[in-house]
Structures are given as structure tokens and as C-alpha cells.
């Protein structure tokens, strides 16, 4: 039987309130089950304990009760995080460091060092399109580019589990994507993701299972597909369809027990049609310099 | 970056060397956190003006030359030594006050502790980048100070020449070895060392402080306590035995004041130096003894509060 890359048993944080009788419960008796080469979104409001919960996953708190696993090797164990790649939210790096040189820092954490150090910061480099900022001191890194060097630095020893707090937090659409687009590549490559978000469209893109925390408690988890999906409702998208053909239909809908709960026309998402504005923008602008280039 | 340029780099990773299993122990670990935490105290503008101040001050005894030989060596060692002490003791509170806190903060404790890096690895590596540092900066000025030394022992060699250059050989060979002893001390070495020792005991006390401190202000206003209770506290245990019967409870009690506030009188070699008295072997060894002592102490007790710290 294999292990489960994360399992949480009976997890229950308190937080004792210096000078205070009363503590703060920021988890309460969580059990979650993550299977290698899931995708899974720890989704809820400010506060609601995802934080707390990631935290003890990687040994940084320790839980008042139960316990967390990381492919089954206790998680409070320094061993266990060597199978784990870590993006805090909004992470800060060293500001005097260059993009080669912090992935070089955290390779030496991780046991590498020589050409295999060397050319794990390349690949990696490569791998979040940082490879033309690489001698550029992180301080004048824009928010996305500080974001890619984190994913980056989390996957420097080619870790099994990567956890994300708000991997996207603050970042532009297209970055958004790019970020997005990689950790779906990574779940291709069989690594398990585990994130949390507050972008809940986004985290129904690439979830496969997803857990809903308030105040502490697992309210909802489960496959994606199944917790959002209406069990009495039906979709049909048809292009090119006549009006004669939707007046049928909804005379069809009519006739039987059925109930037409509303008509509207298929729209893009405000994400795709963002992208594909600044992309024809900034095509015009290339074929402008270009035309000018000529002259 | 395309989706297929990121499936070209990722097949790249099935073929790259993997990281080394995990080690318990690992210097290659610490180093990377010690150098890196030297570079990062060195990009500080503390660093630098605390070294030029200190640079200033040993350089401006050259303008001492008013007095006497013999008394113009003794105040350029007295504001020399002086200046070095208080700039690395400055030095190893202000640098170290920042470290834990800021790595805090800007969450990049975090990132580090969620690699396979044990906690007492991260904290040998903050206080041996400290303690790196602060050989560098006492080396720097330590050598200024001799070069000082030397060049103004080498102007009062050659004034002395010129001006006696009809006196017997005997004379002037007299004259010269008399300049060359009051300038020159072999104690100034030990005196040094033990400067630096002030300083490393100093690092890790700050350290340990800031492990539970709320705010790098707190450990630096704790740390001024400390320091000046610390200077005080031989004359203040000497009053109270003096006062008090010297039983078992009063001696556990000066045992727990003199691990809270260590005797940092006891560091302080450069009146001997400067008074031209001889350190013994003795005196060095103990003394030194005791700086490494408290230094592992507070290392131990810095290591012991941050395993059980949540962040």
C-alpha cells in the first residue's frame, strides 16, 4: 500500500492568548487525506486556519493535538521535508541576493552543490523564464518575477509534494497563468500540489479535490467535479443554432416536466479576453517597431 | 514561457543528479547560512559606519603628538583599544539583533525551515556568520591600530636620530629600545583576542535575546542593559558579599545573576595593556575560557528556545 503524500489525523490547533483566558481554536480535529499526484486546493476565507494548517504540514507549528504526514514520515521530522518544495504567500527573498544566487542558497540547503547545483539552477532558471533577470538583485524583481523565483526555489531539490500559499497572490493575469500552467505540468509529472487560495476560479481550474475550512473545520471536501456539479440542472452549449431551433426547444422544455431557468448567450472569461487583449497589444507594438526598424 | 518549453525543461529534471539524501548533520548546510549571513551584515550601512568610525577614531591618535613619546603611545593604545572594544561590541549587538527578526518578518524563515534544514543548523549558521564578521572587523582594526602604532613609532624613532646624532652608539641604542618597549607590547595581541571574545559573547547573548524579543528594538534596549549591568556587576557582587554572608543560597543567587548578566569587567585587559603590565598565561587562558564558555551557553540556550518557537 503506498503512503498518502499529505494525511492530517485528528489535527487541532490552539493558540493560547498571552494574558487572556480564552485561546484561539484556529484548527479543529481536521482529518484530510492528499493521494500522490493530486491537485488539491485548501480553499476558505481570512482566517479561516489554511495557513495554520500548511504551517504544521511543514513542521514550522506544532499541532496542540493529532498529527500531519508527509508520505508517511512523521512531518514534525526534519526528513520529512526533504520531499517537500515550499511558496510561502507573498514570499520576500534576500534583496541583495541575485535570481542565480538565492536558487544557488537554497540548492546548498538541500545537499546540492558542483554542476549538478549549477545546472539545477539553469533548468530552474529556464523553467520560470528568469534566465535573462538571473544577475538582477532580487530587490528590483517585480511581484511576479519574485513569485516565479519562489516556485523556483521550491523546486530546486526536486521535491514529490510542493505546498503554495496563494501562489498567484498579487501577480497579473498572465503571470497568473504562467504559474498555472506549470503546476499543471508538475501534476503531469506526477508531483502532488497541495495550495491554497483565495482565487476560487482559478483553484477550479486545477483542483482535482478540494477541502472548504471556516472557522477551523473541514465544512466541504471532495472531487471538484462532484461537490460543484447540479445534481438536477442540465447545460446544453449549441453554436449556430436558429432561433426556430431554440423556440423548439424551449417549447420541448415546456411540454415536459422540465423547467427553462434561463436563456443567455456563451461568454469568454474576463481572463481570456484580458489576454488576448494586452497579446494583440502587444503584437501591434513588435510589428510598429519592426515597420519602424525598416525604415 | 510556453507549455512547450516548460515540458522541455521538466523532461531536463528526470535526467538532472538528484539532491543528496538527508543528513542529520550537515557543515556544507551551515556554511551556505554562515556566508550568506556574512553577506548580508557586509551589505548593511551599519557595518560600514561603525567600521570607519572605528577606522576615524584610531587614526585621529596620530594628531597626539604634542605629548611625550611614552604618553602619546599610551593614549593611542588606550583610545585604540577602547575604540575597538566598543565598535565590536557595538557591532555584535547591533548586527545580531536583526537577524532572526528580519528572516522573520520577511518570511524567509520560512522558506529555509521548510527545506530539510534542522533548527540548530540555522542557528550555528546566523551566530558563526556573526562571529565571522566580527573577526573580520576587529582584524581591520586591529591592524590599523598597529600600523598607527608602528608609524608613529618609526616618526619618534627617526626624530630621536636626527636629534641624536652626535651622541654616542650606546646612547642612541638605548634611546631606541626604550621607544621601541613603550610602543610595542607583546600583550597587545592577547588583549586583542580577548576584545573579540567580549565581542562573540556578546553576539550570542543578543542572539539568544532575540529568540523570544518581539522587535529588534526590544533586543538592543535588553542588550544596553545587559551591557552596562554587565560591566558593573563585579563591584555590585563584591558590595554584596561584602554585606551579605557568603552561604549556598547567596552564592546560587550571584551563580544565576552572573549567567543573566555576564562579568564583562573581566574582559577588560586593556588598563593592564595599557599600564604596561604583563598578561599572564593564566590570566589569558581563563579569561578566554570564559568568553568561549558563555558564548556556547547562550548559543545552547538560543538553540533550546528556538526549537520550541512557533512561527
Known sequence: MTNSAVAVHGLTKIFPVPFHRQSVVAVKDLNLRIEPGEVYGLLGPNGSGKSTTL?????????????????????????????VGFLPENPYFYKYLTGKE??????????????????????????????????????????????????????????????LDEPTAGVDPAGSRDIRDLILELKGRG??????????????????RIGILANGVLVR????????????????????????????????????????????KSTTTLERLFLEATRADETKMQSNEEARNEK | MSNGETASTLQQFNTSTSAKRYRPFSFSRIYAITINTVTELTRLKVFYVLLIFGLLLIGSSIFMAQFSFQQEFQILKDVSLGAISIFTSLLAIVATARLLPQDLDDRILYTILAKPVPRFEYILGKIA???????????????????????????????????????????????????????????????????????????????FVSTF????????????????????????REYWLHEHSSGLVSRIFLAIVALLFPDLQAFN???????????????????????????????????FVFYGKEL
Open chain 2, 269 to 303: 585587559l586593556v588598563d593592564d595593556i595599557i599600564a604596561g603590565t604583563a598578561i599572564s598565561l593564566s590570566v589569558f587562558a581563563k579569561t578566554a575560557l570564559l568568553g568561549v564558555f558563555y558564548t556556547t551557553i547562550y548559543t545552547l540556550l538560543a538553540t
Open chain 1, 102 to 163: 538565492t536558487l544557488r542558497f537554497f540548492g546548498r540547503l538541500c545537499g546540492l552543490r558542483g554542476a549538478a547545483l549549477k545546472n539545477r539552477v539553469n533548468e530552474l532558471l529556464d523553467l520560470v523564464g528568469l534566465t535573462k533577470a538571473r544577475n538582477r538583485r532580487l530587490g528590483t524583481y517585480s511581484k511576479g518575477m519574485l513569485q516565479r523565483i519562489g516556485l523556483a526555489q521550491a523546486l530546486i531539490h526536486d521535491p514529490r509534494l510542493l505546498v
Open chain 2, 213 to 236: 524579543a518581539t522587535s529588534n528594538i526590544f533586543t538592543i534596549v535588553v542588550m544596553a542593559f545587559i551591557y552596562f549591568i554587565g560591566h558593573l556587576q563585579a563591584t555590585a
Open chain 1, 55 to 83: 504551517k504544521i504540514i511543514l513542521g514550522l507549528v506544532s499541532p496542540t493535538r493529532g498529527g500531519t504526514e508527509i508520505f508517511g514520515c512523521d512531518s514534525r521530522l526534519v526528513e520529512s521535508r526533504e520531499a
Open chain 1, 221 to 264: 471536501e471532495g472531487h471538484l467535479q462532484e461537490l460543484i456539479a447540479i445534481e438536477n440542472q442540465t447545460e446544453l452549449v449549441i453554436t449556430d443554432a436558429s432561433e426556430e431551433l431554440i423556440r423548439e426547444i424551449e417549447s420541448t422544455v415546456a411540454r415536459s416536466n422540465g423547467k427553462l431557468i434561463e436563456r443567455r
Open chain 2, 129 to 207: 556568520g556573526v562571529l565571522l564578521l566580527l573577526a573580520i572587523s576587529t582584524l581591520v582594526m586591529g591592524a590599523a591600530f598597529l600600523l598607527v602604532l608602528y608609524i608613529r613609532e618609526q616618526a619618534v624613532v627617526h626624530a630621536t636620530l636626527q636629534q641624536m646624532s652626535n651622541a654616542p652608539r650606546d646612547q642612541v641604542a638605548d634611546a631606541i629600545r626604550i621607544i621601541q618597549s613603550s610602543a610595542f607590547n607583546i600583550d597587545i595581541f592577547p588583549g586583542i583576542v580577548i576584545i573579540y571574545l567580549k565581542a562573540c559573547l556578546l553576539a550570542a547573548l543578543t542572539l
Open chain 1, 191 to 208: 508531483i502532488t500540489v497541495l495550495l491554497s487560495s483565495h482565487l476560487l476560479a482559478q483553484a477550479q481550474e486545477i483542483c482535482d
